[in-house]
C-alpha cells in the first residue's frame, strides 16, 4: 500500500483524536525511517499514543485516510518490520509501564513499549525473571519481542516469547478489541473455521524445530494445542493487530549461575558438540569463532579458535559449579574455564552481546556487513553440517560473514560483507538470499530463527512452505486485516527483498569534510554507515562501566541517543527528507545535547564516534556564519586565559566573576548557564612556578635537567596551566620521585623562526627542549568540541612544530588532563592525516599512570589505605584505557571501583546556556551518589577539571588528581620518616 496524496490534515485529524503525541516534522520522521536492518521508508507522521484509546483512535483516523500503521518498539528488528511509509506508532515514549507483577502466580501484566530490563529488574527481587533474552535486552521492548517472537540465549531452557505469553490484548485495524489466550472466544471472525478446514495442511506444513519463527504459527490454533490464539498472534510482526497489554508468564531464576567457556579447535567442532550437550540441561549453549573475539578480550577465554558459552543454575554456587565442571568433563573440547563470579561472567557475555555490532565490521581490513541472513535456524543435529555448506555458498558467491549464536538450538546469527551499494553487489544479494533459502529448507531448518521475516525473508518463503500454505497465511491476515492497513509488505503479499535498501539514498563519492576518518577510508558516509542500530546507546542506565548515552538516558528521546543523531546524519547525506544539507537545523538541535563525551567510540559495538561527527557538522554548519557565543567564549578559552595570564590580569578577573551583576552580564554575553560559577583562574601558572623552582641541575644548554632518569615531557595543558596548577606541581613532584627526568615542551621562536621548522635542528634536541620559556602547546580541544576546526589546525601545526625536538628523542609526552590526551591521540592524526608528526606525536601521549608503568617500572608508590570513590574520566574510559590507573591505584592501596557514566559537565557543554540541567542529571546518576555515599575518609578522585569543577559546584566537594593524592602521600611518606 503506498500513501495517497493530499494528506495535509492528516496531522490535525490525528491531534484532535489522540492525547498522546503526534509528530509529523522532519526530526520526528527522519528519527524512524530505519531500524536495524538494511531498510528505509520514510513514513507521514509518528505518534506516540498514551494509551489503548489512542491507539485506536490512531488506527481509526488512519483507516479512514488510507494510511498505514507500523508498531515499533525498540526499533532493533534486522528484518525491516520496523519500518514503514505511513504512521508510525512509538510505544517507547508513553506505553511505557509494567502494570502489575504476582510473584505467587509468577505473571507480569506489560505494556508493550517496556524495556526487558525493566521487567527483569522488577522480577529479580522475588527470584523470578521473563525467560528469552536477546542480546539487546538493555532496549528491546516487550511488544517488539512479541511481534517477532524473540528468543535470546536462554531458548534452550525456556522457550521463545510465545512459550512465555498467556493472554495479549489487541486492537484490530477496525477497531475490534480482543483479549487473546486460548481458546476461539477472542479470535476474529472466521479464524477457526479457516483452521478447521485446513487441519491436514496444518499438521503437516511446519517443520519440527525449536527456532521456527517463520511465517505465520497457524499450527498453533491446532485443537491438540489447545487453539491459543494468543500464541500465534506472537511473531505476526504487527500485520495482524496491534498490541496494548500482555499478561507473560515468568520462570524461576537460578539462585547460583556457573558459566563453562569451552575452547574448540574450529567453529565446526563446536557446532557438532553444541548438540550432544542439551541432555545435561543448561541454560546456554551460545558459539562463537575468534573472527569475532577483539584481541583485548581474548585473554579471557580458554584456549582455542571457536567456542560454546556454556551456563549452569543451581540452588548453590557449588552446585552450580558441579553442573559446569560436569559439562566440561563430558565436552571433547581443546581447553576450557569455568567461570563463577559474576563479574567475571558478564566480561565474558559482553563479548558475545556486543556480536551484533562487531559482526558489521569483518576481521582484518574492517569491511562493513550487513543483517539479511541474521538468524537462520536448523535442527540442532544438523548445525555441523549446514556450517559447512553455508561456508561453501558464502565462498562460491565470493562472501565472508563469521556465524555466531545459539548453537544449542541451531539457530545462527551472521553479518555477510554484502555489497548494497552498488547494482552488481545487489544482484549478487539477491542471488545468495535465493541459494541460501534453498540450503536451509534442504536442512530441514527455518528461514527465520529469532528476529521475524520482515522485508529481508517474506518473499522466500514460498520455498520454505509451499505456496499453498503461504497462501493460507494470506487468508488469515485478511480475516485480522481486510484493508491491509498493518504493516503492510511484511510476511505476505511482500515488498522484494532487494528493494528501498537505506544505502541507496547516500551520496556515491565521498563528501568533502574536515577529518580523516582514517576507519572509514576518509569516507564520511561509511561512518554514518557504522550506525546499524542496534541501539546500545538507548539503555536507561550506565551499568556496569559504560558511558553511552548520557544524555538519552537524562531525556530518554531518540534524538538524543547516538542511534538517532546517527539516523538524522543518513537523512542529511540522503537529502530527501533532510534537505538543507549542513545548514540542517534538525541535526544541530539533535546534536546540541550531546556531550562529546567519546563514549560511543568505546561503548557502541561498531564504534560509532558521535563526538568526531558532531565536531564536523559544527564546523560546516557555522562556516562563514556568526557562532553562537559559547563558540567565542569557552571555544577559544585557551586565547583568553593566555592573555589573562601575560597581562597577570588573573586577579582582577577573579576579583570581577565575584561581583554578580558584572558575572551576570559576563555570563549572558559569553553564552553561559546563568547557574554557573565562573571558576577562579590560578594567581600562577604551572609553567610560572616551573621556571621559579628551587635550584635545578643544568645541562650543557642551561635548561632544567632535575634528576638523572628517564627523560619525560610532561604536557602543560590549558587547564593545569591557568585553573589546576596543582595538579601540574603534584604530578612533577610524584614522576620526579620516581626517578624520572621531568621536562616542560618547547615554548621558544629562535632566530624568528618556529622551533622545529626543519633549520633548527643544529640545536642540541635537549637544549632546545629544556631551556624554552614563549609560546605555548596546545591540544586544540576546545577547538575541536566547539567544530572551529579551521582554528584547530592551526593551532595543532603549530603545536607540532613546537614539538618537533621532542619528537627527535625518545621521551614519552605525559599528559594529566584526560581529554587533552584523547584529542592528541585522536583528534590530531585525524585531523592532520597529511602530517606524518601527527602520528608521531600521538603515538607518544602516555597517561600520568603510563609513564609510571611503562618508564619507573621498579618504583613503589606510597601506601594509601583508603577507600577511593568518583568517576572514571569519559574520554579516559573511551579513547586511553584506565587498565594502569587501576593498576596504580591498587598499588597505592586505593580501594573501590570508580563508577562508568559521565560527570555532565564535559568540558564546555555544562558551560553552555540551556545545558545546565541536563548536565546536573547525568552528574546525578552515577557521580553524585557515589560522592554523597562515600565514607568520611574516602578519597575523591576525578583526574579531569571537568569532573573536578562538576563536583566542587554540584557537590561542594573538592575532587582531587591521582597525582594530586600519591604526592600528598609521598609527603606524609617523608614527614613520618623525618
Not at 544482484?427 to 533459502?437: I, Q, T
Request: charged letters at 25%.
Amino acid at each position: 500500500m503506498t500513501v495517497p496524496e493530499g494528506l495535509q490534515g492528516l496531522e490535525g485529524e490525528l491531534r484532535r483524536a489522540v492525547r498522546g503525541d503526534v509528530g509529523f516534522d522532519v526530526a520526528s520522521r527522519a528519527l524512524v525511517t530505519m531500524d536495524a536492518s538494511n531498510y528505509r521508508r520514510v513514513p507521514v507522521g509518528v505518534v506516540a499514543p498514551r494509551d489503548a484509546d489512542d491507539v485506536a483512535a490512531t488506527l481509526a483516523v488512519c483507516r479512514e485516510a488510507g494510511v498505514p500503521v507500523v508498531a515499533r518498539g525498540g526499533g532493533t528488528s534486522v528484518a525491516g518490520q520496523a519500518t514503514g511509509v505511513g504512521v508510525v506508532l512509538d510505544f517507547t515514549r508513553y506505553m511505557n509501564r509494567l502494570v502489575t507483577l504476582d510473584p505467587r502466580a509468577r505473571t507480569a501484566v506489560v505494556q508493550p513499549g517496556l524495556v526487558l530490563d525493566r521487567l527483569q529488574e522488577a522480577a529479580a527481587p522475588h527470584g523470578l525473571r521473563f525467560g528469552p533474552d536477546p542480546s539487546t535486552h538493555s532496549r528491546c521492548t516487550l511488544g517488539g519481542m512479541i511481534g517477532n517472537n524473540s528468543c535470546g540465549s536462554h531458548s534452550v531452557a525456556w522457550g521463545t516469547t510465545a512459550d512465555s505469553v498467556r493472554e495479549l490484548d489487541v486492537v484490530t485495524a477496525r477497531g475490534r478489541r480482543l483479549r487473546l489466550g486460548q481458546g476461539w472466544a477472542g479470535a476474529p471472525d472466521g479464524l477457526r473455521g479457516l483452521v478447521e478446514g485446513e487441519l491436514a495442511r496444518l499438521r503437516t506444513g511446519f517443520p519440527d524445530l525449536p527456532r521456527r519463527i517463520s511465517g505465520y504459527a497457524l499450527d498453533a490454533l491446532l485443537p491438540e494445542h489447545g487453539a491459543d490464539v494468543a500464541r500465534s498472534f506472537c511473531g505476526s510482526e504487527g500485520t495482524l493487530g496491534v498490541l496494548t497489554e500482555a499478561v507473560v508468564g515468568l520462570v524461576e531464576a537460578p539462585r547460583a549461575r556457573a558459566l563453562a567457556v569451552l575452547g574448540y579447535a574450529d567453529e565446526g567442532a563446536a557446532a557438532e558438540a553444541a548438540a550432544g550437550l542439551l541432555p545435561y540441561g543448561p541454560l546456554t549453549v551460545e558459539g562463537m569463532a575468534a573472527d569475532l573475539v577483539p584481541s583485548s578480550a581474548a585473554a579471557g577465554l580458554p584456549r582455542g579458535a571457536a567456542w560454546l558459552f556454556v551456563e549452569t543454575g543451581g540452588e548453590t554456587g557449588d552446585e552450580a559449579r558441579a553442573r559446569a565442571q560436569t559439562i566440561v568433563r563430558a565436552a571433547d573440547v581443546v581447553d576450557a574455564r569455568v567461570v563463577s563470579d559474576p563479574a567475571g561472567q558478564r566480561v565474558l557475555w559482553r563479548i558475545r552481546e556486543d556480536a551484533s555490532g562487531t559482526a558489521t565490521r569483518m576481521a582484518g581490513g574492517g569491511s562493513e556487513a550487513w543483517p539479511g541472513w541474521e538468524d537462520c535456524a536448523v535442527p540442532p543435529a544438523r548445525l555441523g553440517a549446514y556450517l559447512r555448506d553455508f561456508r561453501g555458498l558464502l565462498a562460491a558467491h565470493g562472501l565472508h560473514g563469521t556465524p555466531y549464536g545459539h548453537f544449542g538450538d541451531g539457530c545462527i546469527h551472521v553479518r555477510i560483507d554484502f555489497d548494497l551499494l552498488t547494482t552488481a553487489g545487489v544482484g549478487r544479494f539477491r542471488r545468495f538470499s535465493e541459494e541460501l533459502a534453498d540450503l536451509v529448507v534442504a536442512h530441514g531448518g527455518s528461514l527465520s530463527g529469532e528476529h521475524g521475516d520482515g522485508q529481508a525473508r517474506a518473499e522466500l518463503l514460498p520455498r520454505m512452505y509451499g505456496n499453498e500454505l503461504v497462501a493460507l497465511f494470506e487468508r488469515a491476515k485478511d480475516l485480522w486485516d481486510p484493508d491491509d492497513l498493518l504493516n503492510p509488505g511484511m510476511l505476505v503479499r511482500p515488498a522484494p527483498l532487494d528493494a528501498g535498501l537505506r544505502f541507496s539514498v547516500l551520496p556515491r563519492e565521498p563528501v568533502p569534510v574536515a577529518f580523516g576518518y582514517p576507519a572509514d577510508g576518509g569516507d564520511f558516509s561509511a561512518a554514518v554507515r557504522r550506525c546499524v542500530g542496534v541501539a546500545k546507546c538507548r539503555t536507561t542506565s550506565a551499568a556496569g562501566e559504560s558511558v553511552m548515552c548520557p544524555s538519552f538516558r537524562v531525556t530518554g528521546r531518540e534524538e538524543h541517543s547516538t542511534r538517532g543523531r546517527a539516523r538524522l546524519l543518513h537523512e542529511m547525506l540522503a537529502g530527501e527528507l533532510v534537505t538543507d544539507g549542513w545548514r540542517s537545523t534538525e541535526v544541530r538541535d539533535a546534536l546540541d545535547l550531546c556531550l562529546s563525551c567519546k563514549g560511543c567510540r568505546s561503548d557502541c559495538p561498531v564504534e560509532v564516534d558521535m563526538a568526531t561527527y558532531k565536531a564536523e557538522f559544527l564546523h560546516h554548519h557555522y562556516e562563514g556564519r556568526r557562532r553562537p557565543a559559547a563558540h567565542y567564549s569557552m571555544g577559544r578559552l585557551p586565547l583568553w586565559l593566555r592573555w589573562a595570564s601575560r597581562t597577570r590580569g588573573a586577579g582582577l578577573v577573579n576579583a570581577l566573576a565575584r561581583v554578580r551583576p558584572l558575572a551576570r552580564a559576563v555570563k549572558r554575553v559569553g553564552g553561559i548557564a546563568p547557574e554557573r560559577e565562573i571558576p577562579r583562574l590560578a594567581r600562577e601558572t604551572f609553567s610560572g612556578w616551573w621556571r621559579k623552582r628551587g635550584r635545578p641541575t643544568s645541562d650543557k644548554g642551561g635548561g632544567l635537567v632535575v634528576g638523572r632518569g628517564e627523560l619525560v615531557v610532561l604536557w602543560p595543558d590549558t587547564f593545569t596551566e591557568h585553573l589546576s596548577p596543582s595538579v601540574g606541581r603534584a604530578a612533577v613532584r610524584v614522576l620526579e620521585a620516581a626517578g624520572l627526568r621531568v621536562a616542560l615542551p618547547p615554548t621558544l621562536r629562535m632566530r624568528g623562526r618556529p622551533v622545529g621548522d626543519g633549520r633548527s635542528r643544529g640545536v642540541g634536541a635537549s637544549a632546545a627542549l629544556l631551556t624554552a620559556r614563549r609560546g605555548r602547546v596546545c591540544c586544540g580541544l576546545t577547538y575541536v568540541s566547539t567544530g572551529q576546526l579551521d582554528h584547530a589546525r592551526v593551532v595543532l601545526r603549530r603545536t607540532l612544530d613546537l614539538m618537533e625536538p621532542v619528537l627527535e628523542t625518545a621521551a614519552p609526552v605525559v599528559v594529566l588532563e584526560p581529554s587533552c590526551a584523547a584529542a592528541l591521540r585522536t583528534d590530531l592524526p585525524e585531523l592532520l592525516s597529511d602530517d606524518p608528526r601527527a602520528g608521531r606525536l600521538a603515538a607518544r601521549v602516555v597517561t600520568f599512570a603510563e609513564a609510571l608503568e611503562r618508564h619507573a617500572p621498579d618504583w613503589t608508590p606510597p601506601r594509601l589505605d583508603r577507600p577511593a570513590v568518583g568517576q572514571t574520566h569519559c574520554h579516559q574510559h573511551a579513547v586511553l584505557g584506565d587498565a594502569a590507573e587501576r593498576r596504580l591505584r591498587e598499588a597505592a592501596g586505593l580501594t573501590g571501583d570508580l563508577r562508568g557514566g559521565c560527570c555532565g559537565l564535559a568540558g564546555n557543554f555544562g558551560f553552555e546556556k540551556g545545558h545546565f540541567e541536563v548536565s546536573r542529571a547525568c552528574a546525578e546518576e552515577q557521580l553524585l551518589p557515589a560522592v554523597r555515599n562515600a565514607p568520611e575518609e574516602a578519597v575523591i578522585l576525578a583526574d579531569g577539571y571537568s569532573c573536578r569543577t562538576q563536583l566542587e559546584q554540584l557537590a561542594g566537594v573538592r575532587g582531587r588528581h591521582l597525582a594530586e593524592v600519591l604526592a600528598e602521600g609521598l609527603a606524609e611518606k617523608e614527614a613520618g620518616s623525618a
